[in-house]
């Protein structure tokens, strides 16, 4: 296989952009410093088609390698030949390897197996050549007859040759490929009830699909209703008209002996060998693409999540609702330093109330913080009520937002929670996590596996290993398009920088506690175990605010320092200028002269100029404080006062294949259907919408006692 032009038509990108980057993939770049720093050599591929590029051409080099073994492994047996050979040579898919390979593949004790001990191999290719030398079967199956061989009688002897002709069958690629493909267009997937009781999995208890037009997000939930035991989950195909096709196929209608007793071995080959393990096959294909539609959703969700615009410069007090154990408070300044923590009790069984107000207006009063953020888990409703009744009565200034706090349990119990935050109890930790992401989503949620924080479609079904390979590329590919501050970032986001470990990000800190802050990005070559690759990789998205060099807060590469000093001084300004932002008119100038030229006379790329450009107009920018903000609010509204048609604004929280849940502050997080979401024909909600969005929705219905709200997308005004 040519790897290369495999990827080049997969990809839809030029053969050289594909020579060019694997180039660089074997040097040992990263995805975030190629899509960056290496755009004149890419070809200016972004980082979603270089991940892709990355994984296909991982699994082509494993499918060669594989290729390779089994051509070693038939030839080692003597049976590899020119045809064989071209044919794994042809193969795309491992599945199509492996059925080239299933002939000669040393099997466990099987009929067949057993069979051939018994001489009867002999046999069954006389039957399958139909050279019986005018004898009848039952003749020739009379001179197998072997007691020492355990052959009784000449039954048995035929029903020995049969299952070696059965396997023969069921080992053929082009019967399983028959097969497969008829399966494929004709067979559905069977549900029926298992346990007898209400679920979530009703509609599933007598349900029947195609297999070939069965939407992913369904394969998931037959899934996980068959793994908890309300489900019985089965394929169904027409077995007759499949046997006769290929008895058609293979037998053009002959007829004799011979071919009676080899239809009947093919029946036997069907049902027994090739049908179940193509209905496994079939189900796992279904989940497997089920799974990376859905690791798809996640990832997007993931990305919108993690690009929320910050909320900076702000005093927030973070709460974590409960009710027994109580609300955990935590309120910390502008830069994530906790000033001060508490419990207050206003929720059910103690309601507290009036004494967690007074707790409350004396945190106030003492911080002076100016927005409050509740936790969206257990006890969220009642707190949010709290919060907004306090707000009125205390005619305060405050207003508060809901957070999600997915994970956030996961980061208070874990080794770095207890690490950072050793003095504090789990729900405390909690507390101050809720509070510190919406001052920076980003910089809070990477110390919590990304599998964790709960923005994906049925995660909990995901192959794990390879969910959290994903969401990693994810992580890092966001992270690496913000950047870092080196002087203020933690380990666990310094880890997802291009280039950076998890021991260098801790030996970055640790050189920083030793040292004082990074005054210049040329320190990093002191940090141990950072060496020349890994500077090269990590650098450029490493930043220094207030440094020695203005460029060291800037997204220009230490490379690209001298072409960047030379543009500066060839359109007329100073590093001070760039230090100081007054290069307002930077286009026009550039403009004046002509982006070719310019990167002519600098000699540089025009990818890496435009790049170096936009960074010297902006020192220090960061791209997320475009995205919209968060949705503030002073008051709360009940799910009994929604009227059909009442228009209101939301937040959407989670995207999923069917559709967008946005919530419209009344606990309940409701949804806008794939079909309601416009007027135009939508096929992917993530086409349309992000995580974080703000968007105005008209109320469709709404079911109080199931607590389902239907929203519109449909002619309502932006």
Request: proline share 3%; net charge neutral; with cysteine.
């Amino acid at each position: 296989m040519d790897i290369i032009l495999t990827l080049s038509n997969e990809l839809n990108i030029k053969k050289e952009q594909v020579v060019q980057t694997v180039k660089l993939i074997d040097q040992g770049n990263t995805v975030p410093f190629i899509a960056r720093y290496r755009k004149e050599v890419t070809g200016g591929l972004d980082d979603v088609v270089l991940r892709k590029l990355f994984d296909r051409l991982t699994y082509l080099r494993n499918l060669d390698e594989r290729r390779e073994t089994v051509k070693r492994l038939i030839d080692e047996r003597g049976k590899l030949t020119g045809n064989i050979a071209e044919q794994l040579d042809k193969s795309t898919i491992l599945r199509e390897i492996e059925d080239i390979y299933r002939p000669f593949k040393p099997k466990k004790k099987t009929r067949a197996t057993e069979a051939k001990r018994k001489g009867l191999e002999t046999f069954a290719d006389i039957i399958l050549s139909k050279n019986t030398s005018g004898k009848t079967i039952g003749e020739i199956a009379s001179d197998y007859v072997n007691p020492e061989k355990e052959v009784a009688n000449a039954e048995e002897a035929i029903q020995g040759a049969l299952d070696i002709i059965a396997e023969t069958f069921s080992d053929s690629p082009g019967v399983r490929d028959y097969v497969r493909t008829r399966m494929l267009n004709t067979a559905a997937v069977k549900c029926t009830q298992k346990k007898d009781e209400e679920s979530v999995y009703d509609m599933y208890y007598d349900y029947t699909e195609p297999v070939k037009t069965i939407a992913n997000h369904r394969v998931l939930a037959i899934n996980r209703g068959e793994k908890e035991g309300y489900l019985n989950v089965g394929i169904t195909v027409d077995d007759a008209r499949i046997i006769n096709g290929l008895k058609l196929r293979l037998f053009s209608n002959e007829k004799g002996e011979c071919v009676d007793y080899m239809e009947k071995a093919l029946e036997d080959a069907y049902k027994r060998l090739i049908l179940p393990a193509l209905e496994n096959e079939i189900r796992a294909d279904l989940l497997a693409k089920a799974q990376d539609k859905a690791m798809t959703v996640f990832s997007a969700n993931l990305n919108s999540l993690l690009m929320q615009s910050p909320v900076k410069g702000k005093i927030v007090l973070g709460v974590d609702p409960a009710y027994r154990t109580g609300c955990k408070v935590a309120v910390i300044d502008s830069t994530g330093k906790v000033l001060d923590t508490t419990v207050i009790y206003p929720t059910p069984p103690m309601n507290k109330t009036e004494e967690a107000k007074k707790v409350l207006s004396e945190l106030i009063e003492k911080h002076k913080p100016e927005i409050i953020a509740i936790g969206n888990g257990t006890a969220s409703g009642e707190t949010e009520n709290f919060v907004a009744d306090f707000i009125r009565e205390s005619q305060s200034d405050l207003v508060y937002v809901i957070v999600n706090e997915a994970g956030a349990s996961v980061y208070s119990a874990s080794e770095l929670g207890t690490k950072e935050f050793p003095q504090f109890d789990v729900a405390l930790r909690s507390a101050v996590s809720i509070a510190r992401r919406l001052q920076d989503p980003m910089a809070e949620l990477v110390k919590i596996p990304p599998e964790s924080i709960g923005v994906g479609q049925y995660q909990h079904d995901m192959n794990k290993t390879r969910l959290a390979q994903t969401l990693r590329g994810v992580v890092e590919d966001c992270v690496n398009r913000v950047g870092v501050d080196l002087n203020t970032s933690s380990a666990s986001l310094l880890s997802y920088v291009s280039g950076v470990n998890k021991t260098i990000a801790e030996n970055i800190v640790k050189y920083r506690d030793d040292n004082g802050q990074f005054t210049k990005r040329e320190q990093l070559k002191d940090v141990n175990q950072l060496g020349e690759k890994a500077f090269e990789q990590c650098a450029g998205f490493l930043r220094i605010s207030d440094g020695e060099y203005i460029l060291d807060n800037t997204g220009v590469h230490p490379e690209s320092y001298n072409a960047a000093i030379k543009l500066i001084q060839r359109l007329g300004y100073t590093v001070e200028d760039v230090k100081n932002s007054e290069m307002c008119d930077m286009d026009k100038r550039v403009n004046a002269i002509g982006i070719q030229p310019l990167a002519k006379e600098i000699e540089i790329g025009v990818p890496t100029l435009t790049d170096i450009i936009e960074e010297l107009k902006k020192p220090g920018r960061d791209v997320r404080e475009s995205f919209p903000k968060p949705a503030f609010k002073r008051e709360i509204i009940d799910i009994k006062d929604l009227k059909p048609g009442s228009v209101m604004e939301g937040t959407v929280r989670n995207i999923t294949n069917f559709g967008a849940f946005v919530d419209i502050g009344v606990h309940q997080d409701g949804l806008v259907h794939i079909s309601q979401i416009s007027n135009s024909f939508v096929k992917n909600p993530m086409n349309v919408l992000s995580i974080g969005d703000i968007v105005k929705v008209k109320i469709l219905d709404v079911d109080q006692k199931k607590k389902r709200i239907s929203l519109t997308m449909k002619d309502v005004e932006a």
